[in-house]
């Protein structure tokens, strides 16, 4: 029984490391997504607002 409890702890880490390399492995998210563009676009504009120049 002792064998198979020590056979287990590699079995679980390859399990554990393939989901880990499939998750790490996934394709980018969509940056063109007009969403993200008009987000990007929020910050953008709430920055310049925030950070008036200052002479």
Do not use: K, Q, Y
Request: proline content about 7%; charged content about 20%.
């Amino acid at each position: 029984m002792a064998v198979l409890a020590w056979l287990s702890i590699p079995v679980v880490a390859c399990v554990l490391a393939t989901v880990w390399a499939t998750w790490a492995a996934r394709p980018p998210r969509a940056t063109t997504d007009p969403s993200s563009l008009a987000e990007h676009e929020r910050f953008r504009a709430a920055m310049e607002r925030s950070t008036g120049a200052r002479d």
